[in-house]
């Protein structure tokens, strides 16, 4: 998706209000060591710490969706600039596996059940290509590529229903143990 007539302004972070939306959720939630933290310019959310494996590996800057934004979207776009590394938008459902499904890491994927189940939401997650340094670039990002999982575990057979969407993030979980950089000026959805 290229052409803007099809594309709607989700999150302009030269407005205040969406700039004070976004949250930071570090693997520290899961007893990790990662760090990070936002820091709100006058045109962009700039999202800076260390990304530390030793008992998570994980860091994420997130928003709540109004009910219904991305219904009808297959796309998400940023303008944005990185660190190289392999960012990805995150997307959280209402879908929910059952609860007695989550027993540990060992153990065998859940499976998708809908909304009615007891258990945490499946999130669905789809690469960002490759933002490197310097100025802002506009990269699309197709959730029709999305993994399902819950905690980081698969879900498979879960499909994407972008009606069901209530958070969105950006996340990185690469494995490497370093810093990273990643500057947000907006963010667009597109059919």
């Known amino acids: 998706m290229t052409d ?3 594309c709607t302004i989700l999150f302009d972070f030269t ?3 969406d700039r004070d939306a976004w949250r930071v959720q570090n693997d520290t939630v899961m007893g990790g060591n990662s760090r990070g933290s936002i820091e709100r310019t006058d045109d962009a959310l700039v999202f800076t710490g260390d990304l530390v494996t030793r008992g998570g590996g994980f860091v994420q800057m997130q928003a709540e ?3 219904g934004a991305l219904t009808g979207m297959t796309c998400i ?3 944005a600039s990185g660190d190289g590394r392999p960012w990805r938008v995150r997307i959280t459902t209402d879908t929910r596996v059952p609860r007695s499904a989550m027993k540990g890491p060992g153990d065998a994927p859940v499976e998708a059940s809908g909304v009615e189940m007891d258990g945490p939401r499946v999130s ?3 690469a960002i290509p490759t933002l490197g340094q310097g100025d802002p670039a506009l990269a699309t990002v197709s959730m029709d590529d999305s993994e399902p999982s819950v905690r980081g575990r698969p879900v ?3 499909v994407y229903d972008a009606s069901r969407a209530r958070v969105i993030g950006l996340i990185l979980s690469d494995g490497q143990d ?3 950089r ?3 000026q907006r963010i667009e959805v597109c059919r």
């Open 65 to 67: 969706l109004p009910d």
């Open 156 to 158: 498979p057979g879960a």
């Open 124 to 126: 669905f997650a789809a």
């Open 15 to 17: 407005r205040a209000a």
């Open 4 to 6: 803007t007539a099809d």
């Open 178 to 180: 370093s810093p990273f």
């Open 77 to 79: 776009r940023l303008v």
């Open 182 to 184: 990643l500057e947000v």
